[in-house]
C-alpha cells in the first residue's frame, strides 16, 4: 500500500515511516521541515520525500499521486509559549487538514488515520463517592497559586477518585492545541460523510522515545525532562508532581498507526472512528521524571509547584477498543522504555543551534 505520511521527518512520522517499510507498504513523505521543529537538515530519506508544506494545495495534490491512504501527523504540538502562538496552532493544524483533505477529495483518496490527541477530552473521567461520575470545570488560577491542585465535586466539593476516560467521554478541550485537534477531528468527520471515506482518529497519549526534539517549549514534557538532564540540570516538575498520565511509546504509536492504516478500508465508511493510544500504565509526571533522573544518572527532579493555566490534573486513557478492534498491544513497559529514553539521542531543536 502507498501511504502518504505528512510531517514523516518528524518525531512519530519518522517512527510511522520506518513501520510501515517493515510491514512491507511504500511510504511517501510530506514535510515543511519548520525551523521549530526541524532547525537543521534531516538525514537523506529512505523513502520519497517531499518537502512541502501541508497547506499548499498544489504540493498536496502532487503528493497524493497514486496513494491508496494518508497518515496525518503534521501539525504544531504542544501548549507554546504563550496565546500569541495561537494562530500558528490554527494555521499549521486545522488550516493544513482542511487542504489536506479537500486534495483528498478531489483525487479521490478516501482512507485517512488522524493523529489525534487524549487532550479532546480536557481533564480525565472522575468518580465522587456521593455524586458518581462528574466533570469538574477548569481549574481556578487561584486555586493553582495556593496549591490546591486536585479538582473538587461540582456538586459538594468532595475529593474525587480519577480513572480512565473511553473513547466516548464528552470532549472539553482546556487550550489552544486541544481545540486545534478537535476541530482536526470535526474536520475529518465532515469529509468521511461527505465523500464516503473511512476516517479513524488515533487518540495519543504522552508519546515519548528516541528522536524527540529538545530544548523547545512545543514539545512534551518527557522530552523537557529529557533535555533538562542531558544539560546536567534537575527536571522542572511543576505542581506537586502528582498529575496522572500514560506514558506511551513511540514505537507503540507507530505499530498502533500501521494497523489502522490496514484496517481503515474494513472500518465503516462515512463517520470518524477514535481510538485511545495508551500503555495501560498510569504514572504520576514526578513518577516518571524521577524513574528518567535515575535512569539517567542526573540530579534529582525539583519540584516547584508552578503551575499552568490550560493544563488539566488527571487524564489517562482506556485503550480497550483499541485492542479489541486491531489486535493493538503496547511492548514497551515504562521501566524498560524510560531506561532507554534516558540514554537515547535527542532531535535538535530551534532552540539548540
Not at 479489541?324 to 524498560?336: K, M, N, Q, S
Request: glycine residues 10%.
Amino acid at each position: 500500500m502507498r501511504v502518504l505520511v505528512t510531517g514523516g521527518a518528524g518525531f512519530i512520522g519518522s517512527h510511522i515511516v520506518t513501520e510501515l517499510l517493515s510491514a512491507g507498504h511504500e511510504p511517501v513523505v510530506l514535510d515543511a521541515l519548520l525551523p521549530s521543529a526541524h532547525p537543521t537538515a534531516p538525514a537523506p530519506s529512505p523513502v520519497e520525500f517531499l518537502h512541502a508544506d501541508v497547506r499548499d494545495p498544489r504540493a498536496v495534490r502532487s503528493a497524493l499521486d497514486g496513494v491508496q491512504a494518508v497518515c496525518h501527523q503534521a501539525a504544531m504540538v504542544g501548549l507554546g509559549k504563550d496565546f500569541a502562538d495561537a494562530p500558528d496552532y490554527v494555521g499549521c493544524n486545522d488550516l493544513g487538514t482542511a487542504v489536506l483533505l479537500a486534495a483528498m477529495a478531489q483525487t479521490g483518496v478516501r482512507r485517512l488515520v488522524l493523529a489525534g490527541s487524549m487532550v479532546v477530552y480536557g481533564e480525565g473521567r472522575y468518580e465522587c463517592p456521593a455524586h458518581g461520575p462528574v466533570r469538574p470545570g477548569p481549574r481556578r488560577a487561584e486555586d493553582l497559586a495556593a496549591g490546591r491542585f486536585e479538582p473538587r465535586c461540582p456538586v459538594c466539593g468532595a475529593d474525587l477518585a480519577p480513572g480512565l476516560v473511553r473513547e466516548d467521554a464528552p470532549v472539553d478541550p482546556r487550550n489552544v492545541y486541544a481545540t486545534t485537534k478537535l476541530a482536526q477531528e470535526h474536520l475529518a468527520a465532515s469529509w468521511a460523510r461527505s465523500v464516503e471515506g473511512t476516517a479513524v482518529s488515533l487518540r495519543y497519549h504522552n508519546v515519548y522515545g528516541p528522536g524527540m526534539p529538545r530544548d523547545t517549549p512545543y514539545a512534551g514534557v518527557a522530552s523537557l525532562f529529557r533535555s533538562a538532564l542531558a544539560r546536567g540540570e534537575a527536571p522542572r516538575v511543576f505542581e506537586d508532581g502528582g498529575q496522572l498520565r500514560d506514558f506511551v511509546h513511540v514505537r507503540d504509536v507507530a505499530a498502533a498507526d500501521v494497523l489502522a492504516l490496514e484496517a481503515v478500508a474494513d472500518l465503516p465508511a462515512g463517520v470518524l472512528t477514535p481510538y485511545n493510544v495508551g500503555s495501560g500504565e498510569p504514572h504520576t509526571v514526578g513518577e516518571m521524571a524521577a524513574a528518567l533522573a535515575r535512569a539517567h544518572g542526573g540530579p534529582e527532579p525539583l519540584v516547584t509547584g508552578e503551575f499552568r493555566l490550560g493544563d488539566v490534573r488527571h487524564v489517562t486513557a482506556d485503550s480497550t477498543r483499541l485492542r479489541h478492534d486491531l489486535g493493538w498491544l503496547p511492548e514497551v513497559g515504562f521501566a524498560e522504555g524510560m531506561e532507554e529514553f534516558a540514554r537515547a539521542g535527542q532531535r535538535a531543536s530551534a532552540a539548540a543551534v
